[in-house]
């Protein structure tokens, strides 16, 4: 659920990041495009965090048992 809410995210985001460019015009492109990269590789390492925490459930449960 976590790894939807992120990639949710990320998206409404970077569609905001996109309107703004267009309505602001090219002066604003530079910076919000780095920024729309940002938010992406941002819920992209959130997302393999996840991972990663789930992995380390599921090796925690096994170990005790």
């Not at 995210?9 to 996109?18: E, W």
């Not at 992209?44 to 090796?59: D, H, L, P, S």
Request: with cysteine; glycine share 10%.
């Amino acid at each position: 659920m976590a790894n939807a809410i992120t990639f949710v995210g990320c998206g409404i985001v970077s569609l905001l990041l996109l309107m703004s460019i267009m309505l602001a015009g090219p002066h604003l492109l530079l910076p919000a495009t780095f920024m729309i990269v940002v938010v992406l590789v941002g819920g992209f390492c959130v997302y393999i965090a996840g991972g990663m925490i789930q992995r380390r459930t599921e090796i925690m449960k096994d170990w005790k048992e």
